[in-house]
Nanobody, 123 residues
């Protein structure tokens, strides 16, 4: 059974930093493309960042470019989302996503989801 276990959310002041972690169990990590999505009440889930199988140039949404970094650690079966210079509009539930493919395209193609972790940025 495949599981994605997230950690690292919380409350932070505007301008602060958080790092989210997501560890995959039950599937060879090297098979996976990985990403982070976020969702706020009443809005569609937004793709924030993604990194393909084996690494390569990551995808970052325009709203987070220059502030967020996605990385993967093959030895730890973990994908990270480093979030710096956080803004109140970054407040959302963040979901780790994994897909058994070379690259992650969109939400509809995600095979596995993490449980979600709340990130709250106060002004």
């Amino acid at each position: 059974q495949v599981q994605l276990v997230e950690s690292g959310g919380g409350l932070v002041q505007s301008g602060g930093s958080l790092r989210l972690s997501c560890t995959a169990f039950g599937i060879p990590f090297r098979w996976l493309s990985l990403g982070w999505f976020r969702q706020t009440p009443g809005k569609e889930r937004e793709k924030v960042a993604a990194v393909g199988r084996g690494g390569g140039t990551p995808y970052l949404a325009d709203s987070v470019k220059g502030r967020f970094t996605i990385s993967r650690d093959e030895g730890q079966n973990t994908v990270y989302l480093q979030m710096d210079s956080l803004k109140p509009e970054d407040t959302a539930v963040y979901y780790c996503a994994a897909q058994n493919s070379f690259a992650m395209a969109n939400e509809m193609e995600v095979d596995y989801w993490g449980q979600g972790t709340q990130v709250t940025v106060s002004s």
